[in-house]
C-alpha cells in the first residue's frame, strides 16, 4: 500500500518523531576554526548621524568585521561630505587600503548597503566573496491560529516588508534567482497550489495547482525551472518542471516521502530529503533524474538541506531529540555542527557569501530568527516578534 499524505498533515509536514526512529545516529563531527574577523574601528561619517547609523549596522551585520571602539584596530574606516558624494576611506596599519565615494541620495541605508558591499569585496577579494548586503530574507510569520504569511527583511532585520495578506497559511518562501520575486505554498480549501509573487509592483500568479500537495518548491539557479513535491497519484514524490509549464517530470517514485527539495549552484542536481531508508535523510539527484545517492549526515535525521554556491550543504539534523544545525562539505565529504547554544534550531538557509546561515530558533516560548556565522558559530538574533517566525529564505541577489 502506497504511503500517503493528507491535506491536513502536509499543513504541517514533518518526518518522523525521534521516538520513532530506529536508526542510531552517527557520530557528530565538529570542526573546530581558527578563522578571526578583523576588527575595524568606524569613525562615522561628521554632520550625517544617519548615514553613520546604518553604516554601522550593516558593517555589524555583514559579519565579515569584528567593529571595535579602538582608532588601533587593524582596520580604520573613515567617511565624510564632499561635492554631493558621500566618500569613504579604509586604512590598515596607517596604509590605504581602499577609497569609495557615492552619490548622496537621500537613501542612506541603499547608500550604507552598496558602501558596505564594496568594501567586503574589495578587503576579502582573495577569498572572492560576494557583496551580499542588498539581498533580502523571507521567512513566514504566525499571526492567528491556522494564519500565516510571509515578509520580508533586510540583513540587519530592519526594513519588515509583509507580502502576502491572505487568511491562510502561506508558507515555504523561495527566492527567484533575480531577488524579485518569491515562490511559496498556499493552503486553499481543496487542496495546496505554489503561488509566485513579484515584488514591484506587488502581482501574484498561479506555478503548480495539480491534484493533491504542491509544495517546497524551489527555482534553478536559470530561473527557468522549479522542482517541487507533488502527489497526484498520493504518492509524495519530487517533481521538475519548466516555469509556466504544465507537464511535471517526475524524478521519484516511490513508497516513501519526498521533501524540502533545493537546487546545486550549477542547476545539474536537486538535493532533497527522503524518508526511503527508514528516517530523512538527505539525497542527491540528476535535474534529469540519474545518480541518485545518500548523504552522510550526523544526529538521527537530516532535513531542510540548502546548497551554497561553493559546495557545501547545511541542514537540520536531530541530536538528543533536539534540531541542530549542521553542515556537510561536498568536496571534503565532512559534517560540521555550527549551533552549539541551547534551542531548538531550524529551516537553515545560506547567505550568497557562503558563510552567513539564517535559521529558526524556539526557546520553548516563540520562533525567532537568528543569523549563524558558519566559521566561527557566533550567532545574532535577526528578527524577533509576537509571532512565532519561521522558514527563512536567503535571496542571492538585490530585490532593488
Not at 582608532?71 to 573613515?78: D, H, N, R, T
Not at 519526498?258 to 542536481?269: H, I, K, L, V
Request: charged share 20%; hydrophobic share 35%; with cysteine.
Amino acid at each position: 500500500m502506497y504511503k500517503t499524505l493528507s491535506l491536513a498533515a502536509a499543513a504541517l509536514f514533518a518526518f518522523a518523531p525521534a521516538a520513532m526512529l530506529t536508526a542510531a545516529p552517527e557520530p557528530i563531527v565538529v570542526t573546530k576554526t581558527v578563522r578571526t574577523n578583523p576588527t575595524l574601528y568606524f569613525q562615522g561619517v561628521p554632520g550625517d548621524g544617519e548615514l553613520t547609523r546604518q553604516m554601522r549596522s550593516f558593517l555589524g551585520a555583514c559579519g565579515w568585521f569584528d567593529l571595535s571602539g579602538d582608532p588601533k584596530a587593524e582596520y580604520v574606516l573613515s567617511g565624510r561630505r564632499e561635492s554631493g558624494r558621500a566618500v569613504f576611506t579604509l586604512t590598515t596599519g596607517g596604509a590605504p587600503a581602499g577609497s569609495w565615494g557615492i552619490p548622496l541620495t537621500g537613501n542612506s541605508r541603499r547608500m550604507a548597503q552598496q558602501m558596505v558591499d564594496a568594501i567586503i569585496q574589495n578587503t576579502f577579494k582573495e577569498l572572492k566573496v560576494k557583496g551580499f548586503c542588498s539581498t533580502k530574507i523571507a521567512f513566514c510569520a504566525e499571526t492567528a491560529s491556522g494564519v500565516k504569511n510571509i515578509y520580508a527583511c533586510d540583513i540587519d532585520g530592519g526594513n519588515v516588508e509583509q507580502i502576502t495578506n491572505y487568511n491562510a497559511l502561506c508558507v515555504e518562501p523561495c527566492w527567484f534567482p533575480d531577488g524579485k520575486a518569491i515562490g511559496y505554498s498556499k493552503y486553499n480549501r481543496t487542496g495546496i497550489d505554489v503561488i509566485e509573487t513579484r515584488l514591484n509592483p506587488k502581482r501574484s500568479r498561479v506555478l503548480t495547482a495539480f491534484r493533491g500537495i504542491n509544495t517546497g518548491a524551489a527555482i534553478s539557479p536559470d530561473g527557468r525551472n522549479l522542482t517541487v513535491i507533488l502527489s497526484p497519484d498520493h504518492k509524495v514524490d519530487l517533481y521538475v518542471m519548466p516555469i509556466g509549464g504544465r507537464t511535471p517530470r517526475r524524478l521519484t517514485n516511490s513508497i516513501a516521502v519526498e521533501a524540502s527539495p533545493c537546487w546545486s549552484p550549477d542547476g545539474r542536481e536537486i538535493a532533497f530529503v527522503s524518508d526511503e531508508t527508514g528516517v530523512p535523510k538527505i539525497n542527491i539527484i540528476s535535474a534529469d533524474g540519474r545518480n541518485r545517492r545518500v548523504l552522510k549526515s550526523v544526529g538521527s535525521d537530516a532535513v531542510t538541506p540548502d546548497w551554497s554556491g561553493d559546495g557545501k550543504i547545511v541542514y537540520a539534523t536531530r541530536v538528543e531529540g533536539v534540531y541542530t544545525i549542521a553542515v556537510y562539505d561536498l568536496k571534503t565529504g565532512e559534517n560540521t555542527r555550527i549551533t552549539q547554544e541551547p534551542g531548538v534550531w531550524e529551516s537553515p538557509a545560506w547567505a550568497a557569501d557562503n558563510r552567513q546561515v539564517v535559521c529558526k530558533r524556539s526557546d520553548g516560548r516563540r520562533s525567532a530568527l537568528y543569523v549563524i556565522d558558519s566559521w566561527t558559530g557566533k550567532t545574532r538574533l535577526l528578527v524577533s516578534t509576537p509571532y512565532n517566525l519561521s522558514m527563512p529564505a536567503w535571496s542571492r541577489a538585490g530585490s532593488r
